[in-house]
């Protein structure tokens, strides 16, 4: 067990990472996702500056709402910020209370409650559709991600967050429960981070926003919050994926010499870095490849997200 | 000549007078009193569809007020035109929007403009009038000045309402999220499911018809012009064949051809857009890039051999101020195909993706009845299988004498068949740009006509095929040669109200898809 | 350590279930027939694993020619009726497709059960028994819920897949005369019911099931 201030230091090591990744990341995908369509795509660093002009911005917040619109974002921020903390990225070492997937899950509800409340809140007919789809969305998107988790968690018994690789690691024929589990949540992921084939997060098109109809009434400050926000949700969305599944080249107990941990330490670091390349390539090929379902349908993708992560379930259950 | 011969009998028996001249719509003067029989026995006898309804004011002190009613006769090739004079002391003629549903818009826009007033017309609500100017003024009439700032009002959207229970009005627009332009769409819903849809326009109400009063043929082109950016020639060509129309006169074969390049050009560029469109209305981010770098091709090559982006500054009354010559115009020809097949193949990766048939199939069909009903025109009508095109119903400049070519129809009706639609016209588009250019005389003949002293009290009519469908202008002149009527129909006043019908059933997301697949113009209503 | 064919075989049985729980949410021909396609392959992949498992080389041919057959002839030859048909390819559903979805995953819990009260849960055939027969009801369930006649045909199609999976994983094959005669018995299904699909579109100019019960004059 570490010590508080050693904890302290890694978490604030974590969260600067953050603040740098989250971002870049989203370039990335821009980047990436522009080349594919033929076109140059905004710079790595656009979100930075995006952040630094909302930073500048005046904000406007509309007379008809209340303190919930003021207080969502900050609410979202932290909720989401602790869930990141909590994802293991390249160490599984142990939190100091019980950061378990049903901590986690919730804790990403939180944002989720409070974003349909703020976009209810300015009375707007757009931020109230995108309330009503968003809820309709995480109605279906929550048990897969429970599920789907709990896959993984249960052969090792233990729901904390970090032992879940380990789980996944010395479970017996992980692939096919797996596989099935990666899938489905894959399906998930798409859906909380506004991705198409559920969301357009490019589009301009009031009445077909999910997520963009939420923060539509945002502006300066807050609405670059909200960004960011919504960039660590996706960054620890997809570190999760691919930690829990392919739970390969994580840094083992620190035990042993010095130059051992410190080797083991850059191969985590390394393959990190490959499995966050692998997932932006992911998410900009499937962006590019679907459009957009219709509203309707994507109930369809999610049911059969559940459908899988039960049969993923069943197979764990019985062993198999 | 039968339907000729119908046509003169129908005008003898209803009109006071009557004129019938090649080449120049026929025109009847019918009395307040008669009009309404006399444009129900229109409809019945020859099958006629309202393609214009306006008003004039010639400013004297008798008969000082007019209306205006343009048929198109479908089985000639000419317009007819019947003229109405009014009472100064009661300018007001039955509603004609129970005999043609699309003479709601122009009787609404008659009301705001002139203050001529239709009795039992179903909406009375303002058109053009959303507060610029007090009620009691009616900025087309004579003794109105456009230069001079009058008080604004405020005044309230009129709005429908739609009541029941779980039923939501969701208010879109003017102002949209987007960088398009302003229309306001009110919403009635059930959860997402589509109710009715009330769709208002004219924010941006430009005064053009106003500003070309008063000028001659050369100073109003401007106007026509930039009308509108993606329908410019089609607009211009309406402009100049009117006013060739009142002069009696025809361009030489030159520049009769390469108005037809031109306006072929143009559809070209739309039609890729409004594919690339589509594919943005569901998301489909790699045809929608894909397709608009093909329309940045085809307008770089609008700008190489034309000078223009939009083609403008080409079309002139009389003819044309200039052309590449034949050896460019052969190049430009060759480098159409290759583009064309590009779009194939991107347009193959769109219509192979069961998410595209998916949204795209069965959302917002447009019965062949409402198309036809509400006198719908352009691929959108030709796609729920009314087969109505001016390049061939009433054939101008070169289609005059190009050999016959294809109109295609589709019969399904729904935003697939409006996107195949386009792709099913640009073959006959290709095939016309080419057989254009083969055509064009080498002898150095004149390009353009010089235009004689127009008669006073002089008028002309011009209709043109857009990329969106019929375009229509109406000129009349006074005694010093100069405009006193400018009047604008185009395809999309005509086409707009053919969304609201199309929506109901549909999701609220599939809005701006269906919307996309007509790909109509706020600036031709906003003029 | 498990034998990478036995993890092959185990992903397989992963893979034609997912392919199966497609079916049932797509509501588009073309998908139905990727889906067969796809599942077709992952039977003949399965096929091969359990040959070179028990060595038996004419598994391998069986594995080679089911490929071929199932995924690639079959469907592009009923690709080609379907847009022979002309049909739109969008079908009425009697069930919409997340209820399917909880059907055929209701019918996963119920060939779980079958299966293990059938060979009793230690037996190590008792999960390849469980996929094959929820495939095989989740075949007949696509089919009993749509009305395109091809639907139907593709529902006989996926259950033969089931059954052909089953007895192959099962019991490691028939002889192969057996295995050609029900590869070929296949084809020449396809060849009647493809018959009978034309036959029924020239009577009632619609291939929908729904619309047979109505009395032409």
Redesign the interface.
């Known amino acids: 067990m570490l010590t508080g201030i050693a904890f302290a230091i890694r978490l604030l090591i974590k969260i600067a990472a953050l603040a740098i990744l989250a971002p870049l990341i989203q370039g990335c995908i821009k980047q990436f996702?522009g080349r594919?369509?033929?076109?140059h795509g905004p710079r790595l660093l656009q979100p930075f500056f995006d952040l630094i002009k909302y930073a500048r911005k005046e904000q406007v917040i509309s007379r008809e709402t209340s303190w919930v619109f003021s207080a969502a974002p900050l609410f979202s921020f932290a909720a989401v910020l602790t869930a990141a903390l909590m994802v293991p990225w390249v160490d599984r070492s142990p939190w100091p209370f019980p950061a378990d997937l049903i901590l986690f899950v919730y804790l990403l509800a939180i944002p989720r409650f409070m974003m349909a409340l703020a976009g209810l809140d300015a009375a707007g007919?757009?931020g109230g559709?995108a309330s009503s789809r968003e809820s309709a969305v995480s109605a279906l998107a929550e048990p897969v991600l429970l599920l789907s988790l709990l896959t993984i968690a249960l052969p090792g018994g233990s729901l904390h967050l970090e032992a879940i690789p380990v789980a996944a690691n010395s479970l017996p024929l992980a692939a096919r429960a797996g596989g099935l589990a990666a899938i489905a949540f894959y399906c998930v992921v798409l859906a909380e981070i506004g991705r198409?084939?559920v969301d357009?997060p490019?589009?301009?098109?009031?009445?077909?926003?999910i997520h963009e109809g939420m923060i539509?009434e945002y502006s300066g400050p807050l609405l670059g919050l909200l960004h960011f926000t919504h960039w660590i949700k996706q960054i620890t969305l997809l570190v999760l994926l691919f930690n829990v599944f392919i739970p390969i080249g994580m840094m083992v107990e620190s035990t042993g010499a010095w130059t051992a941990i410190i080797f083991s330490a850059l191969i985590a670091v390394v393959t990190f870095l490959a499995k966050m390349i692998t997932a932006i390539a992911l998410l900009a090929i499937t962006?590019?490849w679907?459009?957009?379902?219709?509203?309707?349908?994507m109930m369809d993708l999610l049911g059969f997200a559940f459908v899988l992560s039960i049969t993923a379930l069943l197979f764990v259950a019985t062993g198999v | 000549m039968t339907h000729f011969n119908a046509v003169e009998g129908f005008l003898s028996i209803w009109t006071i007078d009557y004129h019938i001249e090649n080449d120049r719509p026929f025109f009847g003067r019918v009395e307040r009193d008669r009009l309404f029989c006399c444009l129900e026995s229109a409809k019945s006898e020859l099958g006629a569809r309202l393609s214009m309804l306006t008003a004039r004011d010639y400013g004297r002190m008798n008969d000082r007020f007019s209306l205006l009613v343009i048929l198109d006769i479908p089985a000639t090739t000419s317009y007819l035109a019947i003229e109405t004079p009014l009472p100064d002391d009661n300018l007001t003629y039955r509603s004609l929007t129970p005999l043609f549903p699309n003479a709601s818009w122009p009787e609404r826009e008659i009301r705001d403009m002139f203050g001529i007033t239709a009795c039992d017309t179903p909406d009375t609500r303002p058109f053009i009038r959303k507060g610029a100017w007090p009620a009691d003024l009616f900025p087309l009439r004579k003794d109105i000045s456009p230069h001079r700032a009058y008080p604004i009002e405020r005044v309230l959207l009129p709005t429908t309402v739609v009541e029941g229970e779980g039923v939501?009005?969701?208010?879109?627009g003017p102002i949209?999220?987007?960088?398009?332009e302003p229309g306001h769409f009110r919403?009635q819903v059930i959860g997402?499911t589509l109710l009715s849809l009330d769709a208002q326009f004219a924010f941006c109400h430009r005064g053009i018809e106003k500003l070309a009063e008063g000028r001659d043929p050369l100073g109003a082109l401007l106007l026509a012009e930039r009308q509108c950016g993606t329908c410019s020639v089609s607009n211009t060509l309406s402009f100049c064949l009117a006013v060739e129309n009142a002069a009696g006169i025809s361009v030489p074969p030159r520049a009769a051809y390469i108005r037809v390049i031109l306006a072929e050009l143009e559809r070209l560029y739309n039609h890729v857009n409004d594919i690339a469109a589509i594919?943005a209305?569901?998301?489909?981010?790699?045809v929608?890039?894909?397709g608009l770098?093909l329309k940045e091709e085809l307008q770089r090559i609008n700008a190489g051999f034309f000078g223009h982006r939009f083609l403008r500054n080409v079309v002139i009354p009389g003819g044309i101020r200039s052309y590449p010559g034949i050896d460019p115009l052969n190049e430009m020809v060759e480098l159409l195909a290759p583009i064309v097949r590009r779009l194939d193949s991107i347009v193959a990766v769109a219509i192979g993706?069961?998410?595209?048939?998916?949204?795209l199939?069965?959302t917002g069909i447009l019965t062949r009845s409402n198309a036809n009903e509400l006198g719908g025109v352009g691929p959108a009508a030709r796609a729920s299988g009314v087969s109505i095109d001016t390049r061939c119903d009433h054939p101008y400049d070169g289609y005059r004498i190009l050999p016959g070519f294809d109109i295609p129809t589709r019969h399904e009706c729904d935003v697939m068949a409006r996107f195949r639609m386009r792709l099913d016209e640009i073959p006959t588009t290709l095939a016309l740009i080419e057989a254009a250019v083969k055509s064009l005389p080498v002898v150095s003949s004149p390009i353009a006509a010089t235009i004689p002293i127009i008669a006073p009290g002089s008028w002309g009519f011009g209709a043109t095929e857009s990329a969106r469908g019929e375009n229509c202008v109406f000129i009349a002149f006074d005694a010093h040669g100069r405009i006193d009527r400018y009047a604008v129909r185009t395809a999309s006043y005509l086409n707009w109200p053919l969304i609201p019908t199309t929506v109901r059933g549909n999701?609220?997301?599939?809005?701006?898809l269906i919307n996309k697949s007509f790909e109509l113009c706020y600036a031709d209503v906003d003029r | 350590m498990m034998h990478w064919n036995d993890t092959l075989i185990s992903w397989m049985g992963a893979f034609v279930l997912l392919t199966g729980f497609m079916t049932v949410v797509?509501?588009?021909f073309?998908?139905v027939l990727g889906c067969y396609r796809l599942q077709s392959i992952g039977f003949a992949l399965a096929t091969a694993a359990v040959g070179l498992d028990l060595g038996e080389p004419h598994l391998y041919a069986l594995a080679v020619l089911s490929g071929v057959i199932k995924g690639y002839l079959v469907p592009n030859w009923i690709g080609g009726f379907a847009r022979r048909l002309g049909s739109?390819?969008?079908e009425k559903m009697a069930v919409s497709p997340a209820v399917s979805l909880f059907i055929a995953g209701g019918l996963l819990l119920a060939a779980h059960i079958i299966s293990r009260t059938a060979v009793g849960s230690a037996s190590a055939k008792v999960d390849d028994l469980m996929i094959a027969l929820a495939l095989l009801l989740i075949g007949f369930f696509f089919m009993v819920s749509r009305s395109h006649v091809l639907s139907h045909m593709m529902g006989i199609l996926f259950m033969e897949n089931a059954v052909t999976g089953a007895v192959v994983m099962l019991s490691s094959g028939l002889p192969l005369i057996v295995d050609l005669g029900i590869l070929f018995d296949v084809l020449v299904g396809i060849l009647v019911m493809s018959i009978l699909v034309f036959r029924i579109q020239g009577a009632f100019d619609s291939v929908d099931t729904s619309e047979l019960t109505t009395l032409h004059g």
């Open positions: 996702k594919l369509q033929g076109r007919s757009f559709m198409i084939p357009n490019d589009t301009h098109l009031e009445l077909t926003m539509l962006e590019t679907l459009a957009k379902l219709r509203l309707f349908q | 939501i009005e969701v208010p879109v949209h999220a987007g960088i398009i919403i997402d594919a209305g569901i998301g489909m981010a790699f929608t890039q894909q770098v993706n069961s998410i595209f048939q998916d949204r199939e069965n999701i609220l997301p599939d809005f701006p | 797509f509501r588009r073309g998908n739109r390819a969008e």
